[in-house]
């Protein structure tokens, strides 16, 4: 019985860890753009192509938990898309255009 227990609150745990990391990551994107808008890094139609990355990434985390079980490819998909939106993030703030 208190193998069970343990291993119920070990596995509820990391469930948790999971999402407040990527919470944390979707935080310091949003910081980052916002960093970027208030330093003028970012022009306007900059930080309106990164809002619509973000909104589409959680449209697809949405999408993946509809079911109820999020697949190891849609996962790597999410991943992927996060990936590419921190990389737009960087390559926007440093691409020498500066709002005046």
Request: aromatic share 0%; hydrophobic share 30%; no cysteine.
């Amino acid at each position: 019985m208190k193998l069970k227990l343990l291993a119920a609150t070990v596995i509820v745990m990391t469930l948790n860890l999971h999402t407040t990391e990527a919470q944390i990551r979707e935080g310091a994107q949003r910081h980052r753009i916002r960093e970027g808008v208030r330093s003028g890094e970012l022009t306007r139609s900059e930080t309106r192509d990164l809002a619509v990355r973000e909104r589409n990434t959680r449209r697809d985390v949405r999408m993946a938990k509809r079911d109820g079980v999020i697949t190891p490819r849609e996962r790597r998909e999410i991943r992927r898309d996060k990936r590419m939106t921190s990389r737009a993030i960087y390559r926007k703030k440093h691409n020498r255009r500066h709002r005046i």
